[in-house]
């Protein structure tokens, strides 16, 4: 059983909050437009594991350290993490060929800044969204995400909105 910690769109801005919510997580996720690197050195020191991809707007060492997408099994699900992928009905061009193909079971992006957790019947799988965490953009609410992977379940999904 994993706990895991879900943000994207902090465009460089650090908030507290991150250390407290993600304190307990064995995992933290974070989809793209991260904005500094100095942001993701702050996340690694939440938890054992810090899981990352660069965004439309990160450039420079974000760009160099962390890949556009990411797959990778955790517990008994297959994870893609990607910053612009879409969502059910929606997807981003490709995107639904690469999930059906890679049997992705949980799919994680950002870029829109539109929290979103939406379970895709036809491709069986949870998309989520958690929103933008940064204060730049057009978002009237700051959210994050926790959620626990047991096997192939994936439960407890909790939005937290930061002040």
């Given at each position: 059983?994993?706990?895991?910690?879900?943000?994207?769109?902090?465009?460089?801005?650090?908030?507290?909050?991150?250390?407290f919510y993600f304190a307990d997580c064995d995992e933290i996720?974070?989809?793209?437009?991260?904005?500094?690197?100095?942001?993701?050195?702050?996340?690694?020191?939440?938890?054992?594991?810090?899981?990352?991809?660069?965004?439309?707007?990160d450039h420079g060492e974000v760009s160099r350290q962390c890949?556009?997408?990411?797959?990778?099994?955790?517990?008994?699900?297959?994870?893609?993490?990607?910053?612009?992928?879409?969502?059910?009905?929606?997807?981003?061009?490709?995107?639904?060929?690469?999930?059906?193909?890679?049997?992705?079971?949980?799919?994680?992006?950002?870029?829109?800044?539109?929290?979103?957790?939406?379970?895709?019947?036809?491709l069986h799988l949870l998309h989520i969204n958690p929103g933008?965490?940064?204060?730049?953009?057009?978002?009237?609410?700051?959210?994050?995400?926790?959620?626990?992977?047991?096997?192939?379940?994936?439960?407890?999904?909790?939005?937290?909105?930061?002040?």
């Amino acid at each position: 059983m994993k706990r895991i910690g879900i943000l994207s769109d902090t465009h460089s801005h650090w908030d507290d909050k991150f250390s407290f919510y993600f304190a307990d997580c064995d995992e933290i996720w974070h989809a793209g437009d991260i904005g500094d690197i100095d942001l993701l050195d702050r996340l690694r020191g939440i938890g054992p594991t810090l899981r990352a991809v660069r965004g439309n707007v990160d450039h420079g060492e974000v760009s160099r350290q962390c890949p556009e997408l990411l797959i990778f099994d955790i517990e008994q699900t297959r994870v893609l993490l990607t910053h612009i992928g879409g969502y059910p009905g929606r997807w981003a061009p490709g995107m639904k060929k690469l999930l059906r193909e890679e049997k992705i079971n949980l799919m994680v992006d950002g870029h829109s800044h539109l929290l979103k957790v939406i379970y895709d019947k036809e491709l069986h799988l949870l998309h989520i969204n958690p929103g933008a965490a940064g204060r730049q953009g057009w978002q009237q609410k700051r959210t994050i995400l926790r959620l626990t992977i047991d096997g192939n379940d994936i439960r407890d999904c909790e939005v937290i909105e930061l002040a």
